[in-house]
C-alpha cells in the first residue's frame, strides 16, 4: 500500500512539472479517490477474513445465529 501511495506521488510531481495545473489536480483526485477505495475494500475484506476465521474456530457457519446451526 505504501508502494501506491509513493507511486502516486511520484506520478502526480512528474505530471505537476509536464501539463496543466488543471490535469495535475484531476490526476491528484482520482488518485485519492482510488486509494480510499482500496483502503475501503481492503478493511471490508479483512473483515470477512476474520469473520470466517472465527466461525471456523467455533464451528459456526457465518451469518447463522448461535444454536441454530
Known amino acids: 500500500m ?8 511520484v506520478i502526480a510531481v512528474l505530471v505537476g512539472l509536464t501539463v496543466q495545473p488543471f490535469q ?7 488518485g485519492a479517490v482510488f486509494m480510499g477505495w482500496t483502503v475501503c475494500n481492503g478493511n471490508r475484506q479483512v473483515h470477512r477474513l476474520r469473520t470466517v476465521r472465527d466461525a471456523l474456530e467455533t464451528g459456526q457457519a457465518p451469518g447463522v445465529a448461535p444454536g441454530r446451526a
Do not use: E
Not at 505504501?2 to 506521488?9: G, H, S
Not at 495535475?24 to 482520482?30: D, I, K, P, S, W
Open 2 to 9: 505504501i508502494f501506491l501511495v509513493v507511486l502516486f506521488a
Open 24 to 30: 495535475t489536480v484531476a490526476f491528484v483526485a482520482l
